[in-house]
């Protein structure tokens, strides 16, 4: 009798935990809406030129039809859009999914959520950057990765278990150091390089930025591991089996999965290393929509399948 008022208690309680997150969902989508601006100009991508004279007299609208790069404009501008509605989208899933898993893995859901929370509201802002002026702008990139990288190093130890990282310390640091100070080191190098703020904006400033950038990102690899080796700080021998697959995947994200953002780098204009014109800022901005939808998004599910399959291992 007891047995079965506790696991009826137990789905209660469970069912209840999923209408919460769910409704909570719900509700923060809702505001972000209300909150957002009441819409920023809208493009329509098929407005022909008018020529007046021999003068566009449309050129803020037509500009996606006006002969130059109009192909990698319509990618750049499509990629905006997608961006931040698959954030979104995203988001709405990770939280109405936090109750779905294990007490100990709701923190993991959390972050998950936060993570393309904060890039569905920066993409939101970087579409209407790009709508309004034909920029594509480094500076909320920026703003969104030296929020969002972190959390991303913070969900690896969130997900495999306190028990799975070691004391083993690298510069004097723990896990969490290493993994915080190789974040700050990628993000605030990378912003340098691309923003020409080295060695007077030469190309030798931007190699170095993208050198010194990519030390951040080897301090994260040399934490977290391989999908072939422990890391410093994590023992693999103690990653519950439920959670391997999982976390190997978190792995292959960082190692081969980054790669895309370097790539992204090198058409930075002011990193002046690849000069592809104006054609170079858009490559850039392909590059990084990209990379942050499949790293982001994709980060987050392969999390959220690990918690699953630990909440089904222990039911």
Same mark, same amino acid.
């Given at each position: 009798?007891?047995?079965?008022?506790?696991?009826?208690s *137990?789905?209660?309680?469970?069912?209840l935990?999923r209408r919460?997150?769910?409704?909570?969902?719900v509700?923060?989508f809702?505001?972000?809406?209300?909150?957002?601006?009441?819409a920023?100009?809208t493009?329509?991508?098929?407005?022909?030129?008018?020529?007046?004279?021999g003068t566009?007299?449309n %050129?803020?609208?037509? #500009?996606l039809?006006?002969?130059?790069d109009?192909?990698? %404009?319509?990618?750049?501008?499509?990629?905006f859009?997608v961006g931040?509605?698959?954030m979104?989208?995203?988001?709405v899933?990770f939280?109405?999914e936090?109750g779905?898993v294990g007490?100990e893995?709701r923190?993991?859901?959390?972050i998950?959520a936060l993570i393309?929370?904060?890039?569905?509201f920066?993409?939101?802002?970087?579409? =209407?950057?790009?709508?309004?002026? %034909?920029v594509?702008?480094?500076?909320?990139?920026?703003m969104?990765w030296?929020i969002?990288?972190?959390l991303?190093?913070?969900k690896f130890?969130?997900?495999?278990g306190?028990?799975?990282?070691? @004391?083993? *310390?690298?510069?004097?640091?723990?896990?969490?150091?290493?993994?915080?100070?190789?974040?700050?080191?990628m993000?605030?190098f990378?912003?340098?390089?691309?923003a020409?703020l080295?060695?007077?904006?030469?190309?030798t400033?931007?190699i170095?930025?993208?050198v010194?950038g990519g030390?951040?990102w080897?301090?994260?690899?040399v934490?977290?591991?391989?999908? #072939?080796?422990?890391? *410093?700080?994590?023992?693999n @021998?103690?990653?519950p089996?439920e959670l391997?697959?999982?976390?190997?995947a978190?792995r #292959?994200?960082?190692?081969v999965? #980054?790669?895309?953002y370097?790539? =992204?780098y090198?058409f930075?204009?002011?990193a002046?290393?690849?000069d592809l014109?104006?054609?170079?800022?858009?490559?850039m901005?392909?590059?990084y929509?990209?990379? @942050?939808?499949?790293?982001k998004?994709?980060?987050?599910?392969v999390?959220?399948m690990?918690?699953? *399959?630990?909440?089904?291992?222990?039911?």
């Open positions: 009798m007891n047995m079965q008022y506790e696991n009826s *137990k789905l209660r309680s469970l069912k935990n919460n997150s769910a409704v909570l969902a509700m923060l809702a505001l972000a809406a209300v909150a957002l601006p009441a920023a100009a493009t329509n991508p098929a407005t022909e030129c008018v020529e007046v004279a566009v007299v %050129q803020a609208d037509c #500009w039809n006006d002969g130059v109009d192909g990698l %404009q319509l990618v750049t501008f499509f990629l859009f931040y509605i698959s979104g989208a995203a988001f899933f939280m109405s936090r779905n007490k893995h923190t993991t859901m959390t998950s393309v929370g904060i890039a569905a920066h993409y939101y802002y970087m579409r =209407g950057v790009y709508v309004d002026h %034909q594509v702008s480094i500076e909320y990139r920026y969104d030296i969002t990288v972190p991303m190093a913070l130890p969130s997900l495999v306190k028990d799975a990282i070691t @004391d083993a *310390k690298f510069l004097g640091m723990g896990f969490t150091g290493v993994c915080f100070t190789g974040a700050l080191i993000i605030a990378g912003y340098l390089g691309e020409g080295l060695m007077g904006g030469s190309s400033g931007g170095l930025g993208l010194l030390v951040g080897a301090m994260i690899i934490a977290t591991g391989t999908p #072939w080796s422990s890391g *410093k700080g994590v023992d @021998d103690k990653i089996a391997m697959w999982s976390a190997n978190l #292959w994200f960082i190692v999965g #980054w790669i895309i370097p790539l =992204g090198l930075s204009p002011k002046d290393i690849i014109g104006a054609e170079g800022e858009l490559w901005g392909i590059a929509n990209i990379a @942050d939808m499949i790293n998004i994709g980060f987050g599910v999390a959220w690990g918690a699953k *399959k630990a909440a089904e291992a222990t039911a």
